[in-house]
């Protein structure tokens, strides 16, 4: 093998070697999980969409400001025309009459010059409607944020336990290593041997499964976040800056306001209609007749003029309609009055949660500090032969259990804390 081979060799060599600790090195966090998550959600690609769409009627009714144009043509038969000889007879002259096959062709031209404010205001709304349908999919995409918390904290009590139950292994071998040599000397029965090989087995079967539960919380994961994770992947354990009396900011509240302003330009928008409108109209056009009822020929002609439209009486339809979107507002008030009703209650019962494990982590510490106190004892005591292995393993049960019930109410505690950021509004991770 010439040097340049051996070289590529070894830099190919330390490429996957980097690789390979970098997989094994990732670590992933719940703000990433929040955005991605999102992201990954089929319906949040229907934020551009209605975004657009919105600028799209928002135009067409902008529209409404410049001249519209339109070509017109017409054939018709008269069944009786106009006789001016019959009515006004002129001895030695004959008046034509129109004929009775008429045809008329034209170009009609109207340009908008005052509408009281309807085309702004149908502008605005449009617009509000879009803001209503987008904040509406934030609302919905805000509940994946609780999707991800459930997920999230079940594979970190996963890891965490595993990390557990490894040092619990690691710690019950070498009581087992001291066990065979006391055996040898007689100090313990084989029995005692057996006794702590089939905790040892039993211990090994728990970290068998709760493998398997870690790679299966993953799998799932990846669907949310739409990510590709190994399975050595680790969860970052989130640092929590919980502020109770910090204000409410849930998307739900800005969704409220947009529907309110929705009734509020609707009753502009039926105030405008109440006002009169002015328009411009021109016609160019070429028929048989053409403006002179006694020229039977086809002609050229044309038509400019202003028109006034004023519907000044509508029997209290727009009074009524105004009324109709009164109620409208007085329904938002309540829906809203209702959610923050809801919101209060599953804010004080987190903070419920929060105080409970946060008083049981103490009792936790302490029971550990005696579970271990205990532990140590038995373990001196097992291997000068003064107990039963059957006790020491009664001991180390009750110490990893009470571990593992730390391990519990600390990944609770956190879980409360993160819910209750979520029914604030204030989660990390926005889109």
Known sequence: MNFS???????????ISLMISAQEAQIISIETCYKRAIHAYPVYKNMSLIAEEGELRAQNQKNAYLPSMYFQAEAKYLSEVINLNS?????????PSPPNEQFNFSINLNQLIYDGGMIKKSVELERNKSLINEQSLIVDLYQ?????????FSILFLQQNDS?????????????QFAESAVKNGILLQSDLDIMMAEMIGLEQNVLENGHNISQGIKVLEILIDSSLSIKTKLERPTVLLDIEAPISRPELALFQFQGNNLDLNKQLISATRRPMLSGFGQLGYGQPG????????????????RLTWNIWDWNKAGR????L???????IHLRETFEYNLSLELQKEKEEILKFEELIQKDHEIIYLRKNILNTSSSRLDNGIIQSTDYVRDFNQYLAAMVKLNIHELMLLKSKFNYLTAQGNTMGDQ
């Open 87 to 95: 009515v006004l007879p002129i001895p030695g002259f004959d008046i």
């Open 326 to 332: 009164q109620l409208n507002q007085q329904k938002i």
């Open 164 to 176: 557990l139950f490894k040092l619990s292994l690691q710690e019950l071998d070498e009581r087992l």
């Open 321 to 324: 309609e105004k009324e109709i």
């Open 291 to 306: 403006l002179n009822p006694v020229n039977d020929s086809f002609d050229t002609y044309y038509i400019l003029g202003l």
């Open 5 to 15: 081979r051996l070289v590529t060799v070894i830099i190919s060599w330390l490429f």
């Open 144 to 152: 994946i944020r609780e999707r991800v918390n459930t997920i999230y």
